[in-house]
């Protein structure tokens, strides 16, 4: 497992029909010529916990309405885009940058993705519910790669904070065929 509590961009990690999508966004983007990376990609819940308390009990900003385990981003089914310009991240959103911003969910839409009407950079799975999650109803397509990540998440879980993790799903999720 990764450093739990460190921003991870690494999309390999992503459910991958979920990572596809992403890839496909941030191609055509790069194809037009627009500076968007993926900023956070698979995030676990102890980085969770962390940006929940960020702005409640730890000083900031609040940055997240997720606990750990109600973010998409904790079973690999969310990442966060933001603009890359000259080596730096920008959540700039001001003037001709927002219609940078509206075509990058515009684009994730195309590919089956949804955003948050709160969160500008985040594009998730479109479809799930949160609480089908929780029970471990995954989306079909997973290969062992992505679930044995979440499975990791799940067992290293100290269990921080008043959401639980999902239980174990006895079987893997369907493999593609």
Do not use: C
């Not at 790069?30 to 102890?46: D, H, L, N, Q």
């Not at 044995?148 to 079987?171: F, L, M, T």
Request: aromatic share 10%; no cysteine.
């Amino acid at each position: 497992m990764s450093l739990p509590h460190a921003r991870n961009a690494d999309v390999a990690l992503l459910h991958p029909v979920f990572r596809a999508a992403v890839i496909d966004v941030h191609n055509r983007l790069t194809a037009e010529g627009i500076p968007f990376k993926v900023f956070e990609a698979f995030r676990y819940p102890e980085r969770q916990a962390d940006l929940y308390a960020q702005g409640r009990t730890k000083p900031g900003a609040i940055v997240t309405k997720a606990r750990p385990w109600t973010s998409y981003h904790q079973y690999g089914l969310a990442v966060d885009f933001v603009l890359y310009e000259n080596g730096k991240w920008s959540w700039e959103t001001a003037g001709a940058k927002r219609k940078w911003w509206q075509r990058m969910q515009d684009l994730g839409r195309e590919m089956g993705l949804e955003a948050l009407s709160f969160e500008l950079p985040h594009l998730q799975l479109a479809g799930l519910k949160i609480e089908s999650l929780l029970a471990g109803e995954y989306p079909a397509g997973g290969d062992d790669s992505w679930a044995e990540n979440v499975d990791a998440a799940i067992r290293g879980w100290q269990g921080r904070g008043k959401v639980p993790p999902p239980p174990p799903v006895p079987e893997r999720p369907a493999m593609p065929a």
